[in-house]
């Protein structure tokens, strides 16, 4: 099979789904965790047992849930289709909340032992050196867990570049719209086009690693004193 | 100046602390789990107590009746953790400056500089906590408070995990650096070197050796009764030893 004549839609819808997704598990997931490693109260537990239920729960379960709460049918589905004419299923946008749930316990989790593994005495001392808790936020905290972060951004990335089941409940498979890498190879396969799919796998493989690859050495070079 | 009157309960654990202290070394002493740390604590800011009212040189810091109860980066008091608690990202210099804020950068400099130089660590500056031996990693836990020019001083049991011998030693290069450089209150924990002598008549004779100042006092508190140990353990007080100073919880 010719490379030029390979479709890289997939890769690229992929990439750009898991970068986002990745990039909203961040701005959600760290503040979360930060949260929830400050409280030690019921509802905290609650919520983390909630945010952790994604990894737990069937893809299709999830799909289905999303689309319930997202669906044109849905209030927030048809809200923000008749005020901002925006969709969200069976859109790349559908794809990207896909991505995100599924990969936000990881960002969370990680982030949340990486916050409450810090002494409680950094925070005080801190604190009665006069910071307020957002600067110790920013100048203690943030530098002291940016390892357990970067891990738990390695992991949601990962997650979210995988993801099959949410993202076909949710997205759909609409060729050049919303089929992503692991879709295109379910398509390949069902085909029976093998050399496809051994292609596919094959891009899959490579780009995966190679992100690892960087994101370690990123770690090593930059992070390591 | 410090005035303390708190109670707090956790638990079935009750602390009445009840006491007053001029600017000087004021030791603390008392087993551990008697609440000498949740004092602290509390006059601190770090834990809040049920009831009661905490003054340091005429200001309130606490006081449950009026409910003033001031945030602990606004108490304006020195504290030495136990651990330090240095921040390990941050250099030595970085971690003295911590807590200057609102100044300009070259009065900053020439007052870590200073600091620097009084606590003997020009030549650690730009080391990390993880690099320095615990003596320095406690002279820069004290520089980086004293920097700040608190109103009071307050020293959680240091270098418990050390033995004795350079314990004391260390101890006393401390209380030297703080006599020298810190004028107002300082409260100093001390771990309880007890030592029951003898039990006569349900009483409890015992000799205790602190260190709260610049020498090593030894009490032998001969024929003294204690009987709030043999009372009840878990009713805290202090009792008041003159002319040393020290008060007991426990």
Redesign the interface.
Known sequence: MNISALNLFPLILSLKVALSATLLSIAIGIPMAYFLCKSNSKIADLADSLLTLPIVLSPTVLGYYLLILLGRQSFIGSFLEENFNVMIVFTPIGATIAAMIVSIPFMIKTARTAFTSI?K??I?????????DFNIFRT?LF??AWRGILSGIILSFARALGDFGTTLMVAGNIPNKTTTMPLAIYDALLAGNTELTDMLVAIMTIVALSILFLLNQFDKNILR? | MLDVTIRKSLGDFKLHANFHADNEILGVLGPSGSGKSITLRSIAGIETPNEGRIVVNDRVLFDSREKVNILPRQRNIGYVFQNYALFPHLTVKENIAFGLQGLNKRDKTDRVQETLHIFRLKDRENHYPAQLSGGQQQRVSLARTLITRPDLLLLDEPFSALDNHIKRHLENELLEIIRNNFTGTVLKLNTFYCQLVDVMDGTFYISITVNCDNHFIHIDMDKMKWNCLAKNIRDKVYLHIPPEKIFFIG
């Open positions: 002494d005495d950094l005080h001392a801190a604190r009665l050196l006069g910071r307020t203690v530098p002291l004193r």
